[in-house]
């Protein structure tokens, strides 16, 4: 397609010609999330290699009976970066008499068909799925209980140190009953490694999904078979590391400009933090919210935390 003033004006348009033209190269991962990005991503979940979340689901299981106890009764539960619904139908099932669920998530197309699967396997649940960025202003509707929150996934892992101090604190204000939070653990490197290094080169195309969308919607002009996928663990950070690296000199057109990357450049896409649990509780507490339950897979590769809010 051709770039047209209204996709160039597009936030995605911007962040992207920011992240080329600025260095170092680097841009938010939430722009993965178009329908083929949130489809690739449901199949990276399934891989062998990724065990974020088949143990959260483990955990998600194994302790619904106590995580229901302590969420309570006839909550609004709000689910942040929602995907395939798949993880907060577990939880759904652990709550007594739950008042409604308020999914969120930036991919709207897919939102709206899993919140519609979701009504059709559960007729008697009010669910109004939100398309919104969580991170920016958020339109919630009136409260219909109490409020409380899940994030799944430990996405709290893609943004920086402080940025996750601040979207906690944003998201103590939001909620009033509890935050449910899912955080992956410092593990061998080698696992982590394998992780998002997969044999069948999923998130090596989940990656370079970011290019084919700027090619659709922008009317951009990336070759990909000149972008490496890489990712990595970077231990003084304490964190995975994904990127996209030129292979060569080329000249890319985005919204009728060029830009120049030098073999060996490389677009940041991802970071992804991974916490001890007495740190990611220090980080909750300095947001507003009091740590008061723990629940860790017997490996001790991830974490789901419940955080109350202070009174």
């Given amino acids: 397609?051709?770039?047209?003033?209204?996709?160039?004006?597009?936030?995605?348009?911007?962040?992207?010609?920011?992240?080329?033209?600025q260095s170092p190269h680097h841009?938010?991962?939430?722009?993965f999330y178009d329908a083929e990005g949130s489809r690739l991503f449901d199949a990276i979940c399934e891989l062998p290699e990724y065990y974020p979340t088949r143990t959260e689901l483990?955990?998600?299981?194994?302790h619904a009976g106590d995580i229901g106890?302590?969420?309570?009764?006839?909550?609004?539960?709000?689910?942040?970066?929602?995907?395939?619904?798949?993880?907060v139908r577990l939880l759904l099932d652990a709550l007594e008499r739950p008042a409604s669920l308020l999914p969120?998530?930036?991919?709207?197309?897919?939102?709206?068909?899993?919140?519609?699967?979701?009504?059709?396997?559960?007729?008697?649940?009010?669910?109004?799925?939100?398309?919104?960025?969580?991170?920016?202003?958020l339109p919630l509707p009136p409260a219909r209980g109490r409020r409380v929150g899940f994030f799944p996934g430990s996405s709290i892992g893609n943004f920086e140190p402080d940025e996750a101090a601040h979207l906690l604190q944003r998201m103590a204000c939001w909620l009033?009953?509890?935050?449910?939070?899912?955080?992956?653990?410092?593990?061998?490197?080698?696992?982590?490694?394998?992780?998002?290094?997969d044999a069948q080169g999923t998130t090596a195309r989940f990656n370079r999904n970011l290019l084919a969308r700027a090619n659709a919607e922008l009317g951009a002009d990336f070759d990909l078979n000149r972008w490496a996928h890489s990712a990595f663990y970077?231990?003084?950070?304490?964190?995975?590391?994904?990127?996209?690296?030129?292979r060569c000199d080329q000249v890319i057109h985005l919204c009728g400009q060029a830009i120049t990357m030098a073999?060996?450049?490389?677009?940041?896409?991802?970071?992804?933090?991974?916490?001890?649990?007495?740190?990611?509780?220090?980080?909750?507490?300095?947001?507003?919210?009091?740590?008061?339950?723990?629940?860790?897979?017997a490996r001790r590769w991830f974490s789901l935390h419940w955080l109350r809010t202070a009174m």
């Avoid at 059709?120 to 939100?130: A, N």
């Avoid at 009033?176 to 290094?197: E, R, S, T, W």
Wanted: glycine residues 6%.
């Fill in 234 to 246: 970077h231990p003084p950070h304490q964190r995975v590391e994904m990127h996209l690296i030129s």
């Fill in 69 to 87: 106890r302590r969420i309570g009764p006839e909550v609004e539960l709000i689910e942040f970066g929602a995907g395939s619904l798949r993880k």
């Fill in 263 to 297: 073999e060996g450049e490389s677009l940041h896409t991802e970071s992804s933090y991974k916490y001890t649990v007495a740190g990611f509780q220090r980080l909750a507490r300095r947001a507003g919210f009091v740590p008061e339950a723990v629940w860790v897979d």
């Fill in 58 to 62: 483990a955990l998600l299981d194994r």
């Fill in 27 to 31: 841009i938010s991962p939430k722009w």
């Fill in 104 to 137: 969120i998530d930036i991919s709207a197309d897919h939102l709206q068909a899993s919140a519609a699967q979701l009504r059709r396997d559960r007729p008697g649940l009010s669910v109004q799925p939100i398309a919104a960025d969580f991170t920016q202003a």
């Fill in 176 to 197: 009033d009953g509890g935050l449910l939070i899912g955080v992956d653990l410092i593990k061998d490197p080698d696992l982590l490694h394998a992780a998002y290094n």
């Fill in 1 to 21: 397609m051709k770039p047209t003033p209204d996709t160039c004006a597009s936030d995605f348009a911007h962040a992207l010609h920011s992240a080329l033209t």
